[in-house]
Protein backbone atom coordinates (compact mmCIF):
# COMPACT_ATOMS: atom_id res chain seq x y z
CA UNK A 1 0.00 0.00 0.00
CA UNK A 2 1.11 3.85 -0.75
CA UNK A 3 0.62 6.48 1.55
CA UNK A 4 -0.81 9.86 0.06
CA UNK A 5 0.07 13.26 1.20
CA UNK A 6 -1.73 13.22 4.13
CA UNK A 7 -0.80 10.15 5.26
CA UNK A 8 -3.80 7.53 4.37
CA UNK A 9 -3.15 4.65 2.34
CA UNK A 10 -4.02 4.39 -0.93
CA UNK A 11 -4.03 1.33 -3.13
CA UNK A 12 -1.04 0.55 -5.62
CA UNK A 13 -3.12 -0.62 -8.53
CA UNK A 14 -6.85 0.87 -9.06
CA UNK A 15 -9.54 -1.74 -9.53
CA UNK A 16 -9.36 -1.21 -13.20
CA UNK A 17 -5.71 -2.20 -13.62
CA UNK A 18 -6.56 -5.31 -11.73
CA UNK A 19 -9.06 -5.86 -14.14
CA UNK A 20 -6.41 -5.65 -16.63
CA UNK A 21 -3.85 -7.70 -15.28
CA UNK A 22 -5.23 -11.07 -16.11
CA UNK A 23 -6.15 -9.64 -20.10
CA UNK A 24 -2.60 -8.95 -20.46
CA UNK A 25 -0.97 -12.22 -19.47
CA UNK A 26 -3.73 -14.32 -21.28
CA UNK A 27 -3.10 -11.77 -24.66
CA UNK A 28 0.63 -12.15 -24.58
CA UNK A 29 0.87 -15.65 -23.60
CA UNK A 30 -1.61 -16.57 -26.67
CA UNK A 31 0.46 -14.69 -28.97
CA UNK A 32 3.66 -16.06 -28.01
CA UNK A 33 1.98 -19.69 -28.97
CA UNK A 34 0.45 -18.36 -32.49
CA UNK A 35 4.24 -16.78 -32.78
CA UNK A 36 6.00 -20.44 -31.64
CA UNK A 37 3.84 -22.43 -33.84
CA UNK A 38 3.18 -20.73 -36.89
CA UNK A 39 4.75 -21.30 -40.48
CA UNK A 40 5.38 -17.36 -41.05
CA UNK A 41 9.07 -16.82 -41.34
CA UNK A 42 10.22 -15.87 -37.57
CA UNK A 43 12.34 -12.47 -39.31
CA UNK A 44 8.65 -11.25 -41.31
CA UNK A 45 7.24 -8.29 -40.34
CA UNK A 46 4.23 -8.77 -39.09
CA UNK A 47 5.56 -11.88 -36.75
CA UNK A 48 8.18 -9.31 -35.64
CA UNK A 49 5.49 -6.48 -34.62
CA UNK A 50 3.81 -9.41 -32.52
CA UNK A 51 6.75 -10.52 -30.36
CA UNK A 52 7.01 -6.28 -29.89
CA UNK A 53 3.55 -6.22 -29.23
CA UNK A 54 3.51 -9.61 -26.71
CA UNK A 55 6.62 -7.94 -25.35
CA UNK A 56 5.13 -4.75 -24.48
CA UNK A 57 1.59 -6.48 -22.70
CA UNK A 58 3.83 -8.80 -20.30
CA UNK A 59 6.41 -5.86 -19.43
CA UNK A 60 3.16 -3.95 -18.26
CA UNK A 61 2.01 -6.76 -16.68
CA UNK A 62 5.03 -7.37 -15.11
CA UNK A 63 5.31 -3.84 -13.51
CA UNK A 64 1.90 -4.67 -12.06
CA UNK A 65 2.54 -7.90 -10.29
CA UNK A 66 5.50 -6.03 -8.76
CA UNK A 67 3.35 -3.12 -7.37
CA UNK A 68 1.23 -5.12 -6.04
CA UNK A 69 3.84 -7.91 -4.60
CA UNK A 70 2.19 -10.95 -5.13
CA UNK A 71 5.18 -12.63 -4.78
CA UNK A 72 7.78 -12.90 -1.67
CA UNK A 73 10.69 -15.04 -0.49
CA UNK A 74 9.09 -15.44 2.95
CA UNK A 75 5.84 -16.97 1.90
CA UNK A 76 5.53 -21.08 0.12
CA UNK A 77 4.12 -22.05 -2.30
CA UNK A 78 0.76 -23.24 -0.99
CA UNK A 79 0.72 -19.53 0.10
CA UNK A 80 0.13 -18.64 -3.54
CA UNK A 81 -3.75 -18.70 -4.82
CA UNK A 82 -4.63 -20.20 -7.57
CA UNK A 83 -5.55 -17.26 -10.06
CA UNK A 84 -1.91 -15.90 -8.78
CA UNK A 85 0.28 -19.19 -10.01
CA UNK A 86 0.26 -18.15 -13.50
CA UNK A 87 1.81 -15.20 -12.81
CA UNK A 88 5.23 -17.14 -12.34
CA UNK A 89 5.40 -17.26 -16.23
CA UNK A 90 5.72 -13.97 -16.76
CA UNK A 91 9.95 -14.24 -16.91
CA UNK A 92 9.97 -17.03 -18.72
CA UNK A 93 7.64 -15.81 -21.55
CA UNK A 94 9.17 -12.26 -21.45
CA UNK A 95 12.55 -14.36 -22.10
CA UNK A 96 10.83 -16.53 -24.86
CA UNK A 97 9.71 -13.69 -26.59
CA UNK A 98 12.93 -12.12 -26.72
CA UNK A 99 14.42 -14.55 -28.24
CA UNK A 100 12.00 -14.69 -30.97
CA UNK A 101 13.38 -11.03 -32.21
CA UNK A 102 15.66 -11.71 -35.19
CA UNK A 103 17.76 -8.08 -34.96
CA UNK A 104 21.31 -8.99 -36.26
CA UNK A 105 22.62 -5.73 -34.88
CA UNK A 106 21.16 -5.94 -31.23
CA UNK A 107 21.78 -9.98 -31.22
CA UNK A 108 23.53 -9.67 -28.25
CA UNK A 109 21.71 -7.31 -26.47
CA UNK A 110 18.96 -9.57 -27.02
CA UNK A 111 20.27 -12.66 -25.67
CA UNK A 112 21.51 -11.20 -22.91
CA UNK A 113 18.35 -9.40 -21.64
CA UNK A 114 16.62 -13.12 -22.38
CA UNK A 115 19.36 -14.39 -19.89
CA UNK A 116 18.15 -12.37 -17.57
CA UNK A 117 14.50 -13.63 -17.44
CA UNK A 118 15.07 -16.56 -17.76
CA UNK A 119 17.52 -17.04 -14.40
CA UNK A 120 14.65 -14.89 -12.43
CA UNK A 121 12.04 -17.25 -13.21
CA UNK A 122 14.64 -20.12 -12.58
CA UNK A 123 15.62 -18.39 -9.71
CA UNK A 124 11.91 -17.56 -8.27
CA UNK A 125 10.67 -21.56 -8.67
CA UNK A 126 14.23 -22.22 -6.41
CA UNK A 127 12.55 -19.53 -3.67
CA UNK A 128 9.22 -21.44 -3.77
CA UNK A 129 11.02 -25.67 -3.75
CA UNK A 130 8.58 -26.03 -7.23
CA UNK A 131 12.21 -26.88 -8.65
CA UNK A 132 15.93 -27.00 -6.66
CA UNK A 133 18.31 -26.08 -9.63
CA UNK A 134 21.83 -25.20 -9.75
CA UNK A 135 22.38 -22.55 -12.31
CA UNK A 136 24.80 -22.49 -14.65
CA UNK A 137 28.32 -21.44 -13.34
CA UNK A 138 28.57 -18.98 -15.80
CA UNK A 139 25.98 -17.14 -14.73
CA UNK A 140 27.92 -14.83 -12.37
CA UNK A 141 25.41 -13.87 -9.90
CA UNK A 142 25.55 -14.23 -6.08
CA UNK A 143 23.37 -17.46 -5.60
CA UNK A 144 24.12 -19.59 -3.18
CA UNK A 145 24.31 -23.24 -4.45
CA UNK A 146 21.21 -24.86 -3.04
CA UNK A 147 20.40 -28.91 -1.63
CA UNK A 148 19.42 -31.20 -5.12
CA UNK A 149 15.59 -31.98 -5.01
CA UNK A 150 13.15 -32.67 -7.88
CA UNK A 151 10.22 -32.18 -6.78
CA UNK A 152 9.03 -33.36 -10.39
CA UNK A 153 11.09 -31.34 -12.32
CA UNK A 154 14.67 -31.91 -13.60
CA UNK A 155 17.67 -30.81 -12.38
CA UNK A 156 20.76 -28.69 -14.05
CA UNK A 157 24.26 -30.55 -13.16
CA UNK A 158 26.89 -28.02 -13.05
CA UNK A 159 29.92 -29.90 -14.16
CA UNK A 160 33.27 -28.51 -15.59
CA UNK A 161 33.03 -28.51 -19.17
CA UNK A 162 36.55 -29.61 -20.67
CA UNK A 163 36.97 -31.67 -24.16
CA UNK A 164 39.64 -33.83 -21.91
CA UNK A 165 36.67 -34.50 -19.17
CA UNK A 166 34.92 -37.52 -20.58
CA UNK A 167 33.16 -38.41 -17.31
CA UNK A 168 31.98 -34.85 -17.27
CA UNK A 169 30.81 -34.80 -20.84
CA UNK A 170 28.97 -38.19 -20.31
CA UNK A 171 27.08 -36.57 -17.30
CA UNK A 172 26.40 -33.61 -19.04
CA UNK A 173 24.65 -35.31 -22.27
CA UNK A 174 22.83 -38.11 -19.26
CA UNK A 175 21.32 -34.68 -17.75
CA UNK A 176 19.89 -33.48 -20.99
CA UNK A 177 18.45 -36.87 -21.70
CA UNK A 178 16.42 -36.70 -18.38
CA UNK A 179 15.54 -33.50 -19.14
CA UNK A 180 14.17 -33.95 -22.04
CA UNK A 181 12.64 -36.83 -20.94
CA UNK A 182 10.94 -35.69 -17.99
CA UNK A 183 10.04 -32.60 -20.57
CA UNK A 184 8.08 -34.81 -22.63
CA UNK A 185 6.52 -36.37 -19.68
CA UNK A 186 4.78 -32.99 -18.84
CA UNK A 187 3.63 -31.54 -22.04
CA UNK A 188 1.54 -35.39 -21.83
CA UNK A 189 0.08 -34.51 -18.69
CA UNK A 190 -0.29 -31.05 -19.50
CA UNK A 191 -2.62 -32.00 -22.87
CA UNK A 192 -4.94 -33.75 -20.43
CA UNK A 193 -5.36 -30.95 -18.30
CA UNK A 194 -5.75 -28.09 -20.76
CA UNK A 195 -8.70 -30.20 -22.49
CA UNK A 196 -10.73 -29.67 -18.76
CA UNK A 197 -9.64 -26.27 -18.14
CA UNK A 198 -10.45 -24.74 -21.81
CA UNK A 199 -13.67 -26.63 -21.36
CA UNK A 200 -14.50 -24.83 -18.19
CA UNK A 201 -15.02 -27.95 -16.12
CA UNK A 202 -12.27 -27.69 -14.42
CA UNK A 203 -12.45 -26.94 -10.32
CA UNK A 204 -9.67 -24.86 -8.11
CA UNK A 205 -7.46 -28.08 -8.00
CA UNK A 206 -7.20 -28.76 -11.52
CA UNK A 207 -6.62 -25.34 -12.76
CA UNK A 208 -3.84 -25.26 -9.64
CA UNK A 209 -2.10 -28.70 -11.31
CA UNK A 210 -2.32 -27.01 -14.92
CA UNK A 211 -0.25 -23.78 -13.95
CA UNK A 212 2.17 -25.94 -12.00
CA UNK A 213 2.37 -28.33 -14.90
CA UNK A 214 3.16 -24.70 -17.00
CA UNK A 215 5.75 -23.57 -14.41
CA UNK A 216 7.51 -26.98 -14.46
CA UNK A 217 7.47 -27.72 -18.17
CA UNK A 218 8.89 -24.13 -18.87
CA UNK A 219 12.08 -25.00 -16.04
CA UNK A 220 13.25 -27.57 -18.55
CA UNK A 221 12.83 -24.76 -21.28
CA UNK A 222 14.35 -22.14 -19.38
CA UNK A 223 17.23 -24.43 -17.97
CA UNK A 224 18.07 -25.08 -21.65
CA UNK A 225 17.60 -21.62 -23.30
CA UNK A 226 20.32 -20.84 -20.94
CA UNK A 227 22.61 -23.03 -22.02
CA UNK A 228 22.29 -22.27 -25.52
CA UNK A 229 22.61 -18.77 -24.85
CA UNK A 230 26.02 -19.00 -23.19
CA UNK A 231 27.16 -20.49 -26.04
CA UNK A 232 26.01 -18.24 -28.11
CA UNK A 233 27.30 -15.55 -26.42
CA UNK A 234 30.67 -16.65 -26.53
CA UNK A 235 30.32 -16.52 -30.43
CA UNK A 236 28.98 -12.97 -30.64
CA UNK A 237 31.73 -11.50 -28.57
CA UNK A 238 34.16 -13.43 -30.49
CA UNK A 239 32.63 -11.76 -33.79
CA UNK A 240 32.70 -8.49 -32.06
CA UNK A 241 36.47 -8.97 -31.74
CA UNK A 242 37.48 -10.10 -35.05
CA UNK A 243 35.51 -7.18 -36.34
CA UNK A 244 37.24 -4.44 -34.06
CA UNK A 245 41.10 -5.95 -34.90
CA UNK A 246 42.81 -4.85 -37.57
CA UNK A 247 42.46 -7.07 -40.67
CA UNK A 248 45.40 -8.95 -41.14
CA UNK A 249 45.79 -10.65 -44.43
CA UNK A 250 47.99 -14.17 -44.43
CA UNK A 251 51.38 -13.30 -46.20
CA UNK A 252 53.18 -15.50 -48.60
CA UNK A 253 56.27 -16.88 -47.37
CA UNK A 254 58.89 -14.51 -48.77
CA UNK A 255 60.60 -16.27 -52.16
CA UNK A 256 64.62 -16.95 -52.16
CA UNK A 257 66.08 -14.49 -54.23
CA UNK A 258 67.21 -16.59 -57.27
CA UNK A 259 71.02 -16.15 -58.26
CA UNK A 260 71.67 -14.73 -61.91
CA UNK A 261 72.67 -17.55 -64.42
CA UNK A 262 72.36 -17.94 -68.22
CA UNK A 263 70.27 -19.76 -69.63
CA UNK A 264 71.42 -22.52 -72.89
CA UNK A 265 69.38 -24.72 -74.87
CA UNK A 266 70.86 -27.92 -73.77
CA UNK A 267 73.06 -29.83 -71.64
CA UNK A 268 76.09 -29.07 -74.58
CA UNK A 269 75.91 -25.35 -74.63
CA UNK A 270 75.75 -25.12 -70.91
CA UNK A 271 78.90 -27.20 -70.90
CA UNK A 272 80.66 -24.46 -73.72
CA UNK A 273 79.13 -21.01 -71.43
CA UNK A 274 80.27 -22.41 -68.39
CA UNK A 275 83.72 -22.56 -69.59
CA UNK A 276 83.98 -19.14 -70.97
CA UNK A 277 81.90 -17.86 -67.88
CA UNK A 278 83.07 -19.97 -64.96
CA UNK A 279 81.81 -16.84 -62.25
CA UNK A 280 77.94 -17.19 -63.79
CA UNK A 281 76.09 -20.97 -62.80
CA UNK A 282 74.40 -22.39 -66.28
CA UNK A 283 71.18 -24.35 -66.49
CA UNK A 284 69.30 -26.18 -69.19
CA UNK A 285 65.54 -25.02 -70.12
CA UNK A 286 64.72 -28.15 -68.43
CA UNK A 287 66.83 -27.06 -65.20
CA UNK A 288 65.19 -23.86 -65.02
CA UNK A 289 61.38 -25.09 -65.87
CA UNK A 290 62.41 -27.67 -62.56
CA UNK A 291 63.46 -24.95 -60.63
CA UNK A 292 60.78 -22.47 -61.16
CA UNK A 293 58.30 -24.96 -60.25
CA UNK A 294 59.71 -25.93 -56.72
CA UNK A 295 59.43 -22.17 -56.25
CA UNK A 296 55.60 -22.35 -57.39
CA UNK A 297 56.50 -19.11 -59.49
CA UNK A 298 55.21 -20.53 -63.14
CA UNK A 299 52.30 -18.80 -64.86
CA UNK A 300 49.85 -21.60 -63.73
CA UNK A 301 51.30 -22.12 -60.25
CA UNK A 302 51.46 -18.10 -59.12
CA UNK A 303 48.98 -16.12 -57.32
CA UNK A 304 47.10 -14.48 -60.52
CA UNK A 305 45.81 -17.84 -61.50
CA UNK A 306 44.27 -18.90 -58.17
CA UNK A 307 43.29 -15.09 -57.68
CA UNK A 308 41.51 -15.67 -61.15
CA UNK A 309 39.59 -18.97 -60.01
CA UNK A 310 38.58 -17.42 -57.24
CA UNK A 311 36.46 -14.82 -59.23
CA UNK A 312 35.48 -17.32 -61.70
CA UNK A 313 34.01 -18.62 -58.47
CA UNK A 314 32.51 -15.88 -57.06
CA UNK A 315 30.73 -14.55 -60.64
CA UNK A 316 29.85 -18.30 -60.74
CA UNK A 317 28.24 -18.23 -57.87
CA UNK A 318 26.26 -14.40 -58.30
CA UNK A 319 25.20 -15.85 -61.09
CA UNK A 320 23.08 -18.88 -59.39
CA UNK A 321 22.07 -16.63 -57.11
CA UNK A 322 20.36 -14.53 -59.79
CA UNK A 323 19.07 -17.08 -61.02
CA UNK A 324 17.10 -18.79 -58.11
CA UNK A 325 16.06 -15.06 -57.69
CA UNK A 326 14.83 -14.41 -60.89
CA UNK A 327 13.32 -18.09 -60.62
CA UNK A 328 11.53 -17.09 -57.37
CA UNK A 329 10.06 -14.05 -58.38
CA UNK A 330 8.62 -15.97 -61.88
CA UNK A 331 7.12 -18.31 -59.22
CA UNK A 332 5.42 -15.54 -57.30
CA UNK A 333 4.00 -13.64 -60.05
CA UNK A 334 2.63 -17.13 -60.96
CA UNK A 335 1.17 -17.75 -58.01
CA UNK A 336 -0.18 -14.01 -57.70
CA UNK A 337 -2.15 -14.85 -61.24
CA UNK A 338 -3.24 -18.10 -60.19
CA UNK A 339 -5.25 -15.89 -57.05
CA UNK A 340 -6.61 -13.23 -59.19
CA UNK A 341 -8.19 -15.85 -61.67
CA UNK A 342 -9.45 -17.91 -58.76
CA UNK A 343 -10.98 -14.94 -57.13
CA UNK A 344 -12.30 -13.48 -60.57
CA UNK A 345 -14.40 -16.74 -61.26
CA UNK A 346 -15.76 -16.64 -57.49
CA UNK A 347 -17.22 -13.33 -58.78
CA UNK A 348 -18.35 -14.16 -62.21
CA UNK A 349 -20.50 -16.89 -63.34
CA UNK A 350 -19.68 -19.15 -66.34
CA UNK A 351 -20.12 -17.72 -69.76
CA UNK A 352 -20.13 -14.00 -68.20
CA UNK A 353 -19.13 -11.52 -71.31
CA UNK A 354 -20.29 -13.99 -73.97
CA UNK A 355 -22.15 -11.98 -76.42
CA UNK A 356 -22.40 -14.43 -79.10
CA UNK A 357 -25.10 -16.88 -79.59
CA UNK A 358 -27.31 -14.66 -77.99
CA UNK A 359 -31.21 -14.51 -79.83
Given at each position: MAESCNGAPQPLTS??????????????????????????????????????????????????????DLFSRNEELEEISTADLKYL??????GALHMKQTSRDKRLEIVQTARVYFLDFLRRCN?????????PESAREDTPDEDSSDHGCPKAQSVPAGPSDLVAMA?????????????????????????????????????????????????TVCLEEVESIDQEVEILRNM???????????????????????????????????????????????????????????????????????????????????????AENDEQESLQKARDWDEWKDSHRRGYGNRQNMG
Open positions: DAELGKLPDLLERGWKIFEEVDGTSEPLGSSSVQVRVKRAISMLEEASRMVAQLLLPALLDYSIAQVHLAKRQSKIERYRQRKDLEARLSDVRRMVESGQADDEVSRDFYLLNVRRWVDVLKQGPSKHPTQPARQPMKPFILTRDAVQAQVFGAGYPSLPTMTVDDWYEQHTKHGALPDQGVPRRVAVEDDADAQERAEEDKEQR
